[in-house]
Nanobody, 117 residues
Framework: VQLQAFGGGLVQAGDSLRLSCAAS????????MAWFRQASGKTRELVAT???????YYVDAVKGRFTISRDNAKNTMYLQMNSLKPEDTAVYYC????????????WGQGTLVTVSS
């Protein structure tokens, strides 16, 4: 299994950005997946999850602004980020196959999102 996250960039506060996570593997539709982020000098934190039944979870900090989705036909997961804030600045990682609430078996390489004020 390989995950590749992309779509990060430099935006201004209030802007939108969509991250994508392309996955290899024939059982993508069965995977629980997630987005995490890690800001400079901070520990990695969970952002959102989506399971194989499309049940979604968001941490409070992004609820109402971010939307996680998946397209099983394309083996791709997305994170639509609206109303971005400087505190959203971080490297964003996608992850697949849940081991525990904060641990997944496979991880993408990360994509940097920088939000300027």
């Amino acid at each position: 299994v390989q995950l590749q996250a992309f779509g990060g960039g430099l935006v201004q506060a209030g802007d939108s950005l969509r991250l994508s996570c392309a996955a290899s593997g024939r059982t993508f539709s069965a995977w629980n997946m997630a987005w995490f982020r890690q800001a400079s000098g901070k520990t990695r934190e969970l952002v959102a999850t989506i399971d194989r039944g499309y049940t979604r979870y968001y941490v409070d900090a992004v609820k109402g602004r971010f939307t996680i989705s998946r397209d099983n036909a394309k083996n791709t997961m997305y994170l639509q980020m609206n109303s971005l804030k400087p505190e959203d600045t971080a490297v964003y990682y996608c992850a697949a196959l849940k081991v525990s609430n904060l641990d997944y078996l496979y991880w993408g390489q990360g994509t940097l999102v920088t939000v300027s004020s």
